[in-house]
Structures are given as C-alpha cells and as structure tokens.
C-alpha cells in the first residue's frame, strides 16, 4: 500500500544552529513508524514541523497526497492527522469521559451560537461527542472510570486517555510523543498493545520514544537522527546491528559523563 504519510527534506534553525536538516521518510497505514536519537538529536522539533507547531524553513509535509506543510493543528486535525504530547494534556479535575468529549471539539464548526440558545442540532452533537467519548474509553480500557476524576488516575491509565482523545476525530495518521514515558513495565505493555491495535485498524502511527525495549518491540521501522540529521533507518533488528546508530548512543553517553564531570 502506498503512504499516507510522507516526510520530504524537512530542515529548520534555531539561532543558526540546524536543529532538524533535510529529513525524509514515509508512513504507510497500519505501519508503526518510530523515531529514535539521543537527547538534542532533534526529535521534538521534528515532530513539531510534521504537527503544524513549527513551520519548516525546508522541505514538505505531505498527508494522503496533499501538501500540509505548516498547516495549524486543528487543520491538520480534520484531515487526519493527530497527535499527544510528552507532557500530558489531561484536565486533571474534569472527569475521564469529559476529557475524552474535549476530543470532538476540533470537529464542530460554527456553533458558538447554537450552543449559546443550546439548540436542537448543538444538543444532538453532544449526545453524539458523549456516545463517541465512551466507546473510545472502552477501546482503551476506561470504560469503568469513565465518570472518575482524571486526576485520580494512575499514569498509565491518564497516557490512555490521552490517546483515547486523539483518536475522537477518527485520524488516519496518529504522532505519539513518548507515549509510554513515565509509565512501569505492566503500564507501558498496556500502551504497547493499545497503540498495536490502532495500528492494526489501519492507522500509521509516528512515534518518539526512549524506551528501546518498547521501540524494538513494536516498530515495523524505525528511523535515527543525530544532531539533526538522520543518521540510519530500518527495521529493528537492521538499526540496532548499524554502527553508526551504536556510535552515536555511545557518544551520546561520553558527552553526558563529560558534562557530568
Ligand atoms: N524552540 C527552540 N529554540 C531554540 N533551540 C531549540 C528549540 N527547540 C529545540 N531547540 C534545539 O534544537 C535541538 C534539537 O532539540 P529537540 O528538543 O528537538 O531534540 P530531541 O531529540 O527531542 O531531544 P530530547 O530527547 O531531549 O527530547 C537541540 O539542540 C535544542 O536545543
């Protein structure tokens, strides 16, 4: 199958300094695509281009076909592509099902007024967002919390949730920004399979993540960056084996231990 995703050539400074330059790859449905570096290798920023937060000085973002490149989120949104962040989004004091509802909001268009006299349609759509919201939550596993405080949840559960509101718009491709950071061994099994069931549904999924023993296990591909630049790029067991991907991990560690002192 062809891609739904294509990255192409993207490149951006900061104050001279090439934080991200000329990286390309792709993502086809179903596949689960990571990208992995060490610390400052441009990880972030590059999500940040793909996602609209940032707009790239080179190259182009292309979704299903169309040229998206620094088009806002809630653009990108609509036309499939969602995201979660590294630091977790979730209204701590709303409960897990109106955090889930807050998932809809990017589909509704014109209908400040509507809600305001809380007209028939705007009351229907509520109904609807409500009906979506717990679906989504028994998808990911919270079915039973749905009308718990979400601060009252474990971290692995509220990563969930988080997931689970990224997927209300239904996205064709989903960017999970260290999904499983944070979380014990039993939590981040759970993430390993909830984002391997999304993936099966058809979904190409983006990922930045730390923990290797996660990224080895569930990427079909895999995608390495260093001080900007991709460095290498495989399936699992094709990376791991690539000296340069070993280099620089290992240098990496000696900048780290030097920095220490
Ligand atoms: N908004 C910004 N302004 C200036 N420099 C930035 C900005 N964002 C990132 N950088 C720099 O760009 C480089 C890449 O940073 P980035 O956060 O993308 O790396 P990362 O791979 O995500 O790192 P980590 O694994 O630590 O999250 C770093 O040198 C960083 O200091």
Request: glycine share 10%; with cysteine; hydrophobic share 45%.
């Amino acid at each position: 199958m062809s891609e739904l995703l294509s990255i192409e050539g993207l490149g951006i400074s900061f104050g001279g300094v090439k934080a991200v330059h000329d990286v390309s790859f792709k993502v086809k449905p179903g596949e689960i695509v990571s990208v992995i570096g060490p610390n400052g290798a441009g990880k972030t920023t590059l999500f940040n281009m793909i996602s609209g937060i940032y707009r790239p000085e080179t190259g182009r973002v292309v979704l299903n076909g169309e040229d998206v490149t620094g088009m806002e989120p809630h653009l990108l949104a609509r036309r499939g592509m969602s995201r979660t962040f590294q630091n977790l989004q979730i209204f701590q004091s709303m409960t897990v099902l109106e955090n889930a509802i807050t998932g809809y909001h990017l589909q509704e268009s014109g209908s400040v007024l509507a809600d305001l006299f809380n007209l028939p349609a705007s009351r229907r759509r509520a109904r609807e967002a409500e009906a979506g919201a717990r679906r989504l939550l028994e998808r990911v596993g919270l079915e039973r919390a749905a009308e718990r405080e979400a601060g009252n949840l474990s971290y692995g559960s509220l990563k969930r949730l988080e997931i689970a509101r990224a997927l209300a718009l239904g996205p064709k491709v989903l960017l999970l920004d260290e999904p499983a950071a944070g979380c014990n061994a039993v939590e981040t099994e759970e993430i390993d399979h909830l984002i391997a069931e999304v993936a099966a549904s058809g979904v190409a999924i983006l990922l930045v993540e730390h923990d290797m023993k996660m990224v080895m296990r569930i990427s079909n591909h895999i995608v390495v960056l260093d001080h900007g630049e991709k460095i290498a790029e495989g399936d699992p067991a094709t990376v791991s084996r690539n000296p340069a991907v070993i280099a620089a991990y290992l240098g990496a560690e000696a900048e780290a231990e030097h920095a220490d002192g």
